[in-house]
């Protein structure tokens, strides 16, 4: 079946790092890629997505580009600040109807300024 | 606008009791699912509704767990006999109509943390 598995965290950088995290899927037919974020206290937040193979998502500076020759889904951003500190989950959208969501387990992320 | 709530925010229940979680998604939207998410892990899919109609519910782990949205808007999350391992944060998400909104997106509620002693 489906699934995405992403890097353990948690990430601990400093303010103005460079960012990675990464997240692999396995799907059949074509998923729909997604990066959710949940920032302490707050709910989950769509933060960017790809629809196709070498679709670039990005949003507030992250980026994520489908791979799928490497069924990738990697989470950059070039210069981190205090306030990225949060969870982040990597998600699919399978082919079926219902629209579910497969997640991630989450990679904790903070940043110290 | 006003984006999906959920009540109650935390709730507590002793082994065996009955629970019911509700969720109010965007109004407008048609689509509505169910999440679980324990403690350190992502959210797993529970159920998934198109309006009133419950058409999946693959992902309720016995039959303890009953889900309904009678008139396709609000809905309620039912557990009954509770048990220590249901301890989980449930989340309740909503969708738009294709063509209404941003496709494939989700609006998450702030969910419901469910202990069970």
């Known amino acids: 079946g489906n699934s995405v598995t992403q890097m353990e965290g948690p990430v601990t950088l400093s303010e103005e790092a460079f960012l990675t995290i990464n997240c692999t899927y396995t799907a059949t037919g074509y998923p729909s890629l997604f990066w959710y974020v949940q920032y302490p206290g707050e709910g989950l937040q769509l933060l960017l997505k790809?629809?196709?193979?070498?679709d670039k998502g990005s949003n507030k500076g992250f980026e994520a580009t489908y791979r799928k020759e490497t069924t990738s889904f990697h989470l950059e951003k070039g210069s981190v600040q205090v306030s990225d500190s949060a969870v982040y989950f990597c998600a699919l959208k399978g082919s079926s109807n219902t629209g579910k969501l497969i997640f991630g387990q989450g990679t904790t992320l903070q940043v110290k300024p | 606008g006003a984006g999906v709530s959920q009540s109650p925010r935390y709730k507590v229940a002793k082994r065996g009791q009955d629970v019911a979680l509700r969720c109010d998604p965007i109004s407008g939207h048609v689509s509505l699912f169910w999440y679980q998410q324990a403690l350190g892990q992502g959210p797993e899919f529970l159920t998934y509704?198109?309006?009133?109609?419950?058409?999946?519910k693959s992902g309720l782990p016995s039959d303890r767990f009953f889900a309904e949205r009678p008139e396709g808007s609000v809905s309620t999350l039912k557990i009954q006999r509770t048990q220590q391992e249901d301890s989980a944060v449930y989340l309740c998400a909503s969708s738009p109509p294709r063509g209404e909104g941003p496709l494939d997106e989700q609006f998450f509620g702030p969910g419901t943390r469910l202990t069970v002693l």
């Open positions: 790809a629809t196709k193979a070498d």
């Open positions: 509704f198109q309006n009133e109609a419950q058409l999946d």
